[in-house]
Each structure stands twice: as structure tokens, then as C-alpha cells.
């Protein structure tokens, strides 16, 4: 038999599959019957709608019309959504031969929800609402990118995201948009309903027999490099809708919670034989974490006995949208999560000037503090391997993904016993493929350093009270402080400069606006800090704030001790570079807060005027390839439709239609020290500072800089410095320095 006949042989096979699965179907969609028929729906009049569709891959949306038959009154609400039962006939292609399917009556029409947000109890028709239904799609088909890939490495479970688009009613007061997606009936394999399976405020679904969710979460931030994580996870079987997508950068609205959502999702993930398979790495979690984890006894499969979980009927929707309420839950005020008898904690810096670091920083130097609360040695041992952690780059090696040196699956053991449902369980579970570990890249890297600096703040905020430790004595802990270093400690492994700044200032006897306890188990050490002060300076990752803070602590530090013995600590040269990395970083950070503000200024107005001007920062859908490059807008046309973008890797220019442009995200522009869309004190509930505010001010650097340069013969640079040093003092009111300096800089040019 020829090649062509056994290609011809296994289409007609493929061929009769399909057509048998499709009767199959049809079947029992007649035994089953319509869920909706006592509503006669069919007999609500017909409503013309424009249906807007949007295209993922060119990132703009079509437009058609049709028509509906949609309830009046929803059927549930929750906080912020009403909810319809609608009817939409199929609309055939227009390629279509056959169309007597499509010829049937409303009756036989398909099932859909139709959501709608709501204010003051009605349908909100304000542009933000229309905003937010297509913000809502976006997320859909986002969700559904990650699950294509996640599909592609051959999980026992495939799973798959109800296509969803937005409908307009035109004749309608307001003109309203609904989201809309096809209705989800029955229950799964497990006998459960529509339930959901984690959120992006961290919930993990340990009740429910599934891990497929779970696992998904965990792939799409890997896959994506940190960029992404598919939060909200919910459905009827392995059919999900309504999903949140969390950031790096904060893009996809008010429920996405950026690395701190991360952080929680990570911090109740637990690792399976299906992470593994997938080459999912481990994520490390502190010694109480664990412990917190092992209470809930469950099998590497996430998998528990209380099937009266399973049988609990809520209102899906309410619930949904309750979620949707939460989402801000994570970056409440921490102090209305904590206990009442702890929430008068705050957490407080101490550094405000110079001269009180001076004398912290000569005292400590003086005399050396001990720890204030007692531990156990092997608490000790755990603090001491965290610090010598943060100082060591973080390499992974086959243990990271459960693996042994041959790259085989370790096998991971249960707790407890089988039973018949639970085997079932497990044979699903079968691992098909085992994938190529998924080892972290720069970017994910990057970006998992912030998920560890955001769980250590979580940590030292009272976040998670359930992982105090309990030491039975007259000291009390408000949170568990071993975990906050623990996460510290692989943050700044990681080159995360806040976390590696926040333990260099408890090292050199400062307290650190992570935790107010972290003074209690760290001991002073200021060849330690001094270290981790330059691991932050040297760090490659935005912001540029934190390591300007570590240079100004590391020149503190030098100059105290200096002074203490005598003699120069370090040398010129050494001195040199470091006072003139620290200035570079002050003028970073004020380049970044500055970017920040004028993309804040330029995204409020483009949600009233969407227009662009010349010279805005955006990026363009090269050659409308879907793949968007940086660059600056060079003209705009009269009309405001066509954008003539100047692109930054090669300078070319290209006229896009306003569709296929955005406005760009800098890095820090919705970045602060906590990762979070809050500032520190807001955060932290009370007056203290933040770690990286600069302990000395920028013309006393230049002026320092130019005393080095003079000392090593740089006449010109000094002079320069010095007369620089000069403009700073007088614009911050000092002028007696400026003076002094003024005449320096004469003197020398």
C-alpha cells in the first residue's frame, strides 16, 4: 500500500471520528434537553445587538450584527455584575451548503450567559463599564494563550477557556455592553458543579479533587516568564471561564494584583507528580510554611476526604462576583487583617537623616546588639543558612524540579491510604509526557525575586497569622519573622536590591520596614551588610531607588568606621566609585519617578481623550505581526487614526492605524518599594519611612565625590563637582555650602 492511500485511509478514519462524536453529541443533547425551556425564553421578542469579537493576535476587536432574546430581569447578581439568561441562533459561515440546522427555531437556539455590570442597581452604561467588559474578554483570551501552550505538553487533563465576546444593545438607553459566553451545565467528573479552583488573592482549592488548575497557574507563570499567572481558575470540569490574569506590570485592571497575587498563589501551591512532569521548579517555602501546609494531611496530588465539599451548593455567580469584590483584599490596610489585640504593630524605619544613621551606625560599631527573643539553635542554624544565602547567586539544580541527576521523576509518596475513588483519581492522573525542566531565565528570575521580597513583606504585615510559630514563653511573635528572612534571604539571591537593602540595614542596626522584628533574630554585622549593600547597588533590575538607598548606607558605613579607627576604611579609588554609582542611581531614580508621573498624567488623559500626541512612548504592532515594539510617537494624523511610530531598536518609522498602537509602560511606573499599587504607608498602616528613601542628600555626594576627585589629582572633575554641588545646595535652600563650594570650584578651575 502506498504512502498516498494510507494518508487517504487515515483522514476517512479521522473523518468518521469526528462525525461520530458529533452524533454522539447531538444525542445526548436531545436526552438532556434544554436546561432553560421552563424560562420560554424563546418567547421573549428579539433584540438587535452588535456583537464586538476580539482578535488576540492583532489585539483589536470586529464588530457585526445580530440578534438575541435576553431575559429582562437577571436571574442572580452578585457585587458588581447582573447576570441573564440569553438565546443567540447559530450563525452559519458564508461559505455554508448546508443551512437547515441554522433554519431552527429559537426554541433549539443555544444557551448563553449575558453579564452586566451594575451601579446603584442598574445597568451601569458609563464608558468604565463598557471599559470593563472588554477588559474581561482580554483576560479570556489571554487565559486561553497560556492554556493552548499548558495543552501542548500533553497534561492528563486538557483544559480549555468558553470563548467569551461583548454584545451592544443599540437601541437600548445608554447603549449598554454585556459580556457574553455559553452556558456551562452539569457537573464533572467528580461529581462536583461550577466551582472555583483558586483566586488571585492566593485561595488554593485543597477540598476539591483537582490539581489540574492548580498545576495551570503555576505553568503560565513559568511559561511566560514570570510575566503572567492565570488566577481564578473556575469552571465545570477542565472548561474554565471568567479568569483573572495577574502581571508583572499591573495591565489587566483593578483585579489584577501584580507580584503580590503571585506571591499568595505561590505561597498555598502545592507540588505534584504533574508540576513535576511539566518541569515545573519547586517553590521554595520556609520551614513554618510547610509545617502550615502539612496540617491539611493531604497527598502530593492535593487531594481531601471531605466530600460533603463536593455535594455544597452555592450560587456560582454570587460567588464569582464576591471574588471580583476581594480582589483588593490582598492590599488592605494589613492592620484590619491582623488579630485586634495586635493591630495597634506598626511598622516604623528609623532612618530619617543623616546624622541619626551616623549614631546608630557609631554605636553598634561601639557595642554589638544581641539578639532580643530567644530561639532554638535550630532556628539560629535556619537564620545563619539564610544569610549566607542572600550573598550567593541562586542556582538550580535537578533537585529544584523534584528530578534526579538522570533527569528521571522522583517518586513522590502519599499519606494516605488509597481507596477505590481515590485510584480512580490517581489513574487519571497519569502522567503522559514528562517535559524539559522549566529552567528560569533572566526575566523569571527577575520576577521571582519579586514574588519572594512580596512574601516576606506579606509575612511581616501579619498576613498569615496561621504560621506563627507558637514558643510557649512570654515573648510573642505578631508574625512569624523566620519566614519573612527566609523569603528575604532567596529575594536577594535573586538580586532583588530591596530585599538585599532591607537585611544589610537590620545587619548594620537599623530597622527595616519589612518587619519590625527582624532586628530580634538578626545579629549586627557590618562587613555582612556591607556586602549585601553592594549586591543591591550591582543589582540589573528597575527600580533604581532602593540600590541609590544602599550606596548612601554603604558611604555611611565606610565614613563611621573611618572615623571610629582613624584611618580610611577603603581607599580613594574605591570610595571614588562607589560615592559616583550612588549619584548615577539618585539620578536614575529621579529619571524613573519622573517617566512614572508623566505616564500617569498620559494614561488619565487618554481615558478621557484617546488620542496620542507626538513624542508619547508607546509601542507598535510591527507590520502588524502581533509582536509590539518600543518606540516614540513621530506624528499623529488630523483625524487621530493613524500613529507614525519611530521605533527604538533601529530607528525605522511605520504608520499604524490607533488600534495597532499603546501607550508603553515604564517599568516603575505602577512599581513602589512593596511591588504593590499602595505606597509604604498605606501598606504599612503607619507614619515610618521606607527603606530607600536617601539618607544623604545629592549635593553632599557631589560634594564628597569632588574632595575624592581632588585627592586623586582630578583637578577639571573636581572643579566640575564641586560647582555642580553648588547649583544642588542652593536649590535646596543651603546656601552657606554653596558659597564654600562655589569658591572651591573657582579655586581649582
Not at 474 to 480: N, Q, R, T
Not at 660 to 666: A, S
Request: charged share 25%; aromatic share 8%.
Amino acid at each position: 500500500m502506498d504512502t498516498a492511500t494510507i494518508q487517504q485511509a487515515d483522514r476517512n478514519a479521522r473523518k468518521k471520528s469526528v462525525l461520530q462524536l458529533l452524533r454522539s453529541s447531538a444525542a445526548q443533547a436531545i436526552e438532556e434537553g434544554d436546561p432553560w425551556a421552563k424560562h420560554e425564553i424563546h418567547k421573549i421578542p428579539a433584540e438587535r445587538v452588535i456583537r464586538h469579537l476580539y482578535n488576540p493576535q492583532e489585539e483589536s476587536w470586529t464588530s457585526d450584527e445580530t440578534i438575541v432574546k435576553i431575559e429582562r430581569d437577571s436571574f442572580t447578581n452578585g457585587a458588581m455584575r447582573f447576570c441573564y439568561r440569553m438565546k443567540k441562533r447559530a450563525q452559519p459561515p458564508l461559505s455554508a451548503t448546508n443551512r437547515g440546522f441554522h433554519k431552527l427555531g429559537w426554541a433549539y437556539a443555544n444557551n448563553y450567559v449575558a453579564k452586566a455590570y451594575h451601579k446603584g442597581g442598574v445597568i451601569d452604561t458609563s464608558d468604565e463599564a463598557k471599559r470593563a467588559v472588554q477588559n474581561d474578554i482580554m483576560l479570556q483570551y489571554e487565559a486561553q494563550y497560556w492554556a493552548t501552550r499548558f495543552n501542548a505538553c500533553e497534561p492528563p487533563s486538557k483544559i480549555v477557556f468558553i470563548r467569551a465576546y461583548a454584545v451592544e444593545f443599540p437601541d437600548r438607553p445608554g447603549k449598554p455592553w454585556f459580556a457574553v459566553e455559553r452556558f456551562i451545565a452539569g457537573t464533572d467528573r467528580y461529581g462536583a458543579g461550577f466551582v472555583k479552583h483558586n483566586t488571585n488573592a492566593g485561595f488554593v482549592d485543597t477540598d476539591l479533587r483537582r490539581i489540574t488548575p492548580q498545576v495551570f497557574s503555576a505553568f503560565s507563570f513559568h511559561a511566560s516568564q514570570g510575566n503572567r499567572l492565570v488566577a481564578d481558575i473556575q469552571g465545570v470540569g477542565d472548561l474554565y471561564t471568567d479568569p483573572q490574569v495577574l502581571s508583572s506590570d499591573y495591565r489587566f485592571g483593578d483585579g489584577d494584583l501584580g507580584p503580590r497575587g503571585m506571591a499568595l498563589f505561590f505561597k498555598n501551591f502545592r507540588h505534584s507528580t504533574l508540576s513535576d512532569a511539566l518541569g515545573i521548579p519547586v517553590f521554595p517555602l520556609s520551614r513554618n510554611e510547610l509545617k502550615s501546609q502539612a496540617k491539611y494531611e493531604e497527598d502530593e496530588e492535593t487531594i481531601s476526604d471531605d466530600d460533603a465539599s463536593l455535594e455544597e451548593e452555592v450560587n456560582t455567580f454570587q460567588k464569582l462576583d464576591a471574588n471580583r469584590m476581594r480582589r483588593q483584599s490582598a492590599l488592605l490596610n494589613p492592620r484590619d487583617l491582623l488579630p485586634e489585640g495586635l493591630q495597634d504593630t506598626q511598622r516604623q524605619s528609623n532612618i530619617s537623616r543623616r546624622q541619626s544613621i551616623s549614631d546608630r551606625v557609631r554605636h553598634s560599631l561601639l557595642k554589638p546588639r544581641s539578639p532580643g527573643l530567644a530561639r532554638s539553635s535550630s532556628d539560629v542554624d535556619e537564620i545563619t543558612a539564610c544569610l549566607i544565602r542572600a550573598k550567593h547567586d541562586l542556582e538550580f539544580s535537578h533537585r529544584d524540579f523534584h528530578r534526579k541527576i538522570s533527569g528521571e521523576l522522583r517518586e513522590r509518596h502519599f499519606k494516605r491510604n488509597d481507596s477505590d475513588g481515590y485510584s480512580k483519581l490517581r489513574g487519571s492522573a497519569i502522567v503522559r509526557k514528562v517535559s524539559a525542566p522549566m529552567v528560569p531565565s533572566d526575566e523569571t528570575t527577575k520576577n521571582l525575586g519579586k514574588i519572594h521580597y512580596q512574601l516576606a513583606v506579606l509575612h511581616g504585615m501579619g498576613r498569615f497569622p496561621e504560621t506563627v510559630p507558637d514558643y510557649h514563653g512570654d515573648a510573642v511573635d505578631d508574625h512569624d519573622v523566620a519566614s519573612v528572612v527566609f523569603h528575604l534571604s532567596y529575594a536577594a539571591a535573586l538580586h532583588n536590591a530591596p530585599a538585599c537593602l532591607a537585611l544589610a540595614r537590620v545587619q548594620a542596626n537599623l530597622e527595616s520596614s519589612v518587619s519590625n522584628l527582624l532586628s530580634s533574630i538578626i545579629p549586627v554585622d557590618f562587613e555582612g551588610a556591607k556586602e549585601l549593600l553592594r549586591r543591591a547597588m550591582n543589582s540589573p533590575y528597575t527600580p533604581s531607588s532602593p540600590k541609590a538607598a544602599a550606596g548612601c548606607l554603604l558611604i555611611q558605613i565606610l565614613r563611621d568606621e573611618s572615623s571610629l579607627i582613624g584611618e580610611q576604611s577603603c581607599s580613594d579609588e574605591m570610595m571614588e566609585q562607589i560615592l559616583a554609582d550612588t549619584v548615577n542611581l539618585i539620578n536614575s531614580a529621579t529619571e524613573e519617578k519622573d517617566e512614572a508621573t508623566r505616564h500617569k498624567t498620559r494614561s488619565l488623559r487618554l481615558s478621557t481623550q484617546p488620542t496620542f500626541n507626538t513624542g508619547d512612548r508607546v509601542e507598535g504592532n510591527y507590520s502588524l505581526e502581533g509582536t509590539y515594539y518600543s518606540g516614540t510617537v513621530q506624528s499623529v494624523a488630523d483625524d487621530g487614526n493613524s500613529i507614525t511610530v519611530c521605533y527604538d531598536d533601529d530607528g525605522s518609522l511605520e504608520t499604524l492605524g490607533k488600534n495597532h498602537v499603546r501607550l508603553l509602560i515604564p517599568p516603575t511606573a505602577t512599581q513602589t518599594t512593596l511591588g504593590g499599587p499602595l505606597s509604604d504607608e498605606e501598606a504599612f498602616g503607619g507614619e515610618g519611612e521606607d527603606d530607600d528613601k536617601f539618607a544623604i542628600e545629592t549635593y553632599d555626594l557631589l560634594a564628597d565625590l569632588a574632595q575624592v576627585k581632588e585627592r586623586l589629582g582630578k583637578v577639571d572633575e573636581a572643579s566640575r563637582l564641586y560647582a555642580l554641588a553648588a547649583d544642588e545646595a542652593v536649590n535646596a535652600g543651603k546656601m552657606k555650602v554653596a558659597s564654600e563650594w562655589s569658591l572651591k570650584a573657582a579655586e581649582l578651575h
